[in-house]
């Protein structure tokens, strides 16, 4: 039996454990990618290729990301609910995969509550410079034809829609922050990866992923990846991050009906 052990495992057992933690970082990052923004940045690409190719002029489509997936409200409600929840499955598998023995995962990524006020403001401080730009170019890109109709919110609501928002707006701010900051600079880094290198192509990521919205929000995205990758460098927190985007998506989540009142030639989808 030790015979067909030795004949059977020599393979790993040479490698250089730091050859085999490279190719399993390497792995992993495919997977969790895989399993989560990769995906959705494979899809959009497709979609904005498709969206190209159509003869409807791309200011005359529209993208929905809160839409109703049920007449029936309470169907709608648990459609909704159950998405929200198993989307944050992803976050959750990489938390477990930064787990190490004394080691904690919230604390590596600094996504805790040691320094909450510090938090807060500078999330602010962060919407205040991502906010404004980004609805400047969001409404330029609608003006000049190159980005569609985002419809992010229902216009008919029931008691439950504003929460269910709110709710969406902190799943995509822990999947994004989390995933596309915390855990993959983490990893990266591992690999020996320069700070500017993981940025870019973190904040790549970041706008391939949007491109279904159009040619003017990957731009915008990929200028927000930037800004946070830095910030993230800087801070070694994702915690002012999450709270940005959380606030940030529920501006527009929750604040469209209002948006859409003050600018409609530029915000209404075409009928």
């Given at each position: 039996?030790?015979?067909?052990?030795?004949?059977?495992?020599?393979?790993?057992?040479?490698?250089?454990?730091?050859?085999?933690?490279?190719?399993?970082?390497?792995?992993?990052?495919?997977?969790?990618?895989?399993?989560?923004?990769?995906?959705?940045?494979?899809?959009?690409?497709?979609?904005?290729?498709?969206?190209?190719?159509?003869?409807?002029?791309?200011?005359d489509q529209s993208?929905?990301?809160?839409?109703?997936?049920?007449?029936?409200?309470?169907?709608?409600f648990t459609y909704?609910?159950?998405?929200?929840?198993?989307?944050?499955?992803?976050?959750?598998?990489?938390?477990?995969?930064?787990?190490?023995?004394?080691?904690?995962?919230?604390?590596?990524?600094?996504?805790?509550?040691?320094?909450?006020?510090?938090?807060?403001?500078?999330?602010?401080?962060?919407?205040?410079?991502?906010?404004?730009?980004?609805?400047?170019?969001?409404?330029?890109?609608?003006?000049?034809?190159?980005?569609?109709?985002?419809?992010?919110?229902?216009?008919?609501?029931?008691?439950?829609?504003?929460?269910?928002?709110?709710?969406?707006?902190?799943?995509?701010?822990?999947?994004?922050?989390?995933?596309?900051?915390?855990?993959?600079?983490?990893?990266?880094?591992?690999?020996?990866?320069?700070?500017?290198?993981?940025?870019?192509?973190?904040?790549?990521?970041?706008?391939?992923?949007?491109?279904?919205?159009?040619?003017?929000?990957?731009?915008?995205?990929?200028?927000?990846?930037?800004?946070?990758?830095?910030?993230?460098?800087?801070?070694?927190?994702?915690?002012?991050?999450?709270?940005?985007?959380?606030?940030?998506?529920?501006?527009?989540?929750?604040?469209?009906?209002?948006?859409?009142?003050?600018?409609?030639?530029?915000?209404?989808?075409?009928?």
């Amino acid at each position: 039996m030790a015979g067909w052990q030795d004949r059977a495992m020599p393979q790993a057992s040479l490698l250089p454990s730091s050859r085999l933690d490279r190719s399993r970082n390497y792995w992993e990052i495919g997977i969790v990618l895989a399993l989560s923004l990769g995906a959705s940045a494979v899809y959009s690409i497709v979609s904005i290729v498709a969206r190209l190719s159509d003869t409807t002029p791309l200011a005359d489509q529209s993208a929905t990301l809160n839409g109703s997936q049920s007449p029936r409200e309470w169907l709608d409600f648990t459609y909704q609910f159950l998405g929200i929840a198993f989307g944050l499955g992803a976050v959750a598998l990489v938390m477990f995969l930064l787990w190490r023995p004394g080691q904690n995962p919230f604390t590596r990524l600094g996504f805790d509550l040691t320094r909450p006020g510090k938090d807060v403001l500078g999330g602010f401080g962060l919407l205040l410079v991502i906010g404004i730009p980004g609805l400047a170019l969001y409404l330029a890109g609608r003006a000049f034809g190159f980005t569609v109709a985002v419809v992010p919110s229902p216009l008919d609501t029931f008691w439950w829609t504003i929460p269910i928002l709110v709710f969406a707006a902190l799943k995509a701010a822990l999947v994004e922050e989390i995933i596309v900051v915390g855990y993959l600079f983490t990893r990266l880094r591992e690999l020996g990866w320069s700070p500017w290198i993981i940025i870019l192509s973190s904040a790549t990521l970041r706008g391939s992923y949007h491109l279904y919205q159009g040619v003017g929000p990957f731009f915008g995205n990929v200028a927000m990846g930037v800004v946070f990758g830095w910030c993230y460098t800087r801070w070694g927190r994702t915690m002012p991050l999450v709270v940005t985007h959380w606030l940030l998506d529920i501006l527009s989540f929750v604040g469209y009906p209002l948006a859409l009142a003050w600018w409609p030639g530029l915000l209404a989808p075409a009928s």
